[in-house]
Nanobody, 124 residues
Framework: QVQLVESGGGSVQSGGSLRLSCVAS??????????MGWFRQAPGKEREGIAL???????DRKEIAAGRFTISQDKSKNTIYLQMSSLKPDDTGMYYC????????????????WGPGTQITVSP
């Protein structure tokens, strides 16, 4: 059974930085085929994709992340990260980690596995 647990959220001032972590269990990064991603949902808005990474280290990020957010992984820890800098109040929201055990890596809402989320609040 796949489980994902995010951590690292919190309250920061505009311009600050945070690093989110997502620990995965139920499969091994060393042997599985997977796509994992970070998504976020702001109050009153739809969930949106931020960045993706797969088992080969291929990465992608949306325009909202360009130049500010970086996705990475540590296969020895079965963990992916989202390093965020230059945070803005518009970045406030719940941040989710998602995973699918397939090679199909897209920004869609149909990932079968989601973490409970971690809240980020950016004050002006």
């Amino acid at each position: 059974q796949v489980q994902l647990v995010e951590s690292g959220g919190g309250s920061v001032q505009s311009g600050g930085s945070l690093r989110l972590s997502c620990v995965a269990s139920g499969y091994s990064f060393a042997s599985a085929t997977y796509c994992m991603g970070w998504f976020r949902q702001a109050p009153g808005k739809e969930r949106e994709g931020i960045a993706l990474i797969d088992q080969n280290g291929w990465r992608d990020r949306k325009e909202i992340a360009a130049g500010r957010f970086t996705i990475s992984q540590d296969k020895s820890k079965n963990t992916i990260y989202l390093q965020m800098s230059s945070l803005k109040p518009d970045d406030t929201g719940m941040y989710y980690c998602a995973a699918r055990l397939s090679p199909y890596c897209y920004y869609t809402a149909d990932y079968p596995n989601w973490g409970p989320g971690t809240q980020i609040t950016v004050s002006p």
